[in-house]
C-alpha cells in the first residue's frame, strides 16, 4: 500500500529575523538533550546540546531552552540567513543498560525568505 | 580530522537480497549507532555498539544485523530486504563513555533503494 509521510511543521521567516523552533520530548528519565540541522541529501549535523541539569545553553547564533517541567525544549537562531534552511530536528538521549540511544523528534522544516 | 564515513553512498538492491553497510567513526570514537530514516517514520535508532559489543537495539526485526570490530569500524547488515527497507542508513560515532562524551557526529548516510 501507499505508505504516508511524515507532516513536517514548516517554519517561514525572513531573512535577518529571530527563528524559534519547538520540540516536546517524552521520556522525563532523558539526560542529554541535542539539535541537529539536516540538509537535503546530508547527514544530521549537530548544531548544541543540553543536559537536563541545565535550562539555558547558548552558542553562537543559537540558543537552547529547555522546559523540564513540561517535557519541551526550543532552539532560537538569531538572525537567521538562508545558509539556516534545512530541517532541524531535537533528539533525546535515554541512557539504557551502559549504552545510549537517541529518540528524534520529527522535526522541522526551517524556511528562510529573503 | 576526518569525520564519520559511511559506504556505499548509494546501493540498489532486489527484494530477498541482503546487504551490508559500512561505518568508519572518528578516530578515537569507540561507540557507534546506527538509524534509518525514511519520509514515513523520520529517524529510527537501530542499535549502537560499543567496544564490540551490541549495547542497545531498537525495536527493528531480527533481519538488521550489526557488529563492530577492535578497530571500532562497524557494519551493518540487512537479509532477505523488502521494499520497506528503502531509506537512507545513517551511522553516528561518539566516544561513548556517557557524560560529556554523549555527543555523537553522523555520518552522510547510504541511501538503500529496494526494488
Known amino acids: 500500500g501507499e505508505s504516508v509521510g511524515l507532516h513536517l511543521p514548516t517554519l517561514s521567516v525572513q531573512e535577518g529575523d529571530n527563528s524559534i523552533i519547538n520540540c516536546a520530548y517524552s521520556?522525563?528519565?532523558?539526560?542529554?538533550f541535542i539539535w541537529y540541522k539536516q540538509e537535503s541529501g546530508k547527514g544530521p549535523q549537530f548544531i548544541i546540546d543540553?543536559?537536563?541539569?541545565?535550562d539555558k545553553r547558548q552558542g553562537q547564533r543559537v540558543t537552547v531552552l529547555l522546559n523540564k517541567t513540561v517535557k519541551h525544549l526550543s532552539l532560537q537562531i538569531a538572525a537567521t540567513q538562508p545558509g539556516d534552511s534545512a530541517v532541524y530536528f531535537c533528539?533525546?538521549?535515554?541512557?539504557?543498560?551502559?549504552?545510549?540511544?537517541?529518540?528524534f523528534g520529527t522535526g522541522t522544516q526551517l524556511k528562510v525568505e529573503l | 580530522k576526518a569525520g564519520v564515513t559511511q559506504t556505499p553512498r548509494y546501493l540498489i538492491k532486489t527484494r530477498g537480497q541482503q546487504v551490508t553497510l559500512s561505518c568508519s567513526p572518528i578516530?578515537?570514537?569507540?561507540?557507534v549507532s546506527w538509524y534509518q530514516q525514511t519520509p514515513g517514520q523520520g529517524l529510527q535508532f537501530l542499535f549502537e555498539?560499543?567496544?564490540?559489543?551490541?549495547?542497545n537495539k531498537g525495536n527493528f526485526p531480527g533481519r538488521f544485523s550489526g557488529r563492530q570490530f577492535s578497530n571500532s569500524r562497524s557494519e551493518m547488515n540487512v537479509s532477505t530486504l523488502e521494499l520497506g527497507d528503502s531509506a537512507l542508513y545513517l551511522c553516528?560515532?561518539?566516544?561513548?563513555?556517557?557524560?560529556?562524551?554523549?555527543?555523537?557526529?553522523f555520518g552522510q548516510g547510504t541511501r538503500l533503494t529496494v526494488v
Open positions: 543540553i543536559r537536563s541539569n541545565m
Open positions: 533528539a533525546e538521549n535515554t541512557s539504557t543498560g551502559g549504552g545510549n540511544k537517541l529518540t
Open positions: 553516528a560515532s561518539s566516544l561513548g563513555l556517557g557524560g560529556l562524551d554523549t555527543e555523537a557526529f
Open positions: 555498539y560499543f567496544s564490540e559489543t551490541q549495547r
Open positions: 521520556n522525563s528519565a532523558s539526560d542529554y
Open positions: 578516530s578515537g570514537h569507540r561507540s
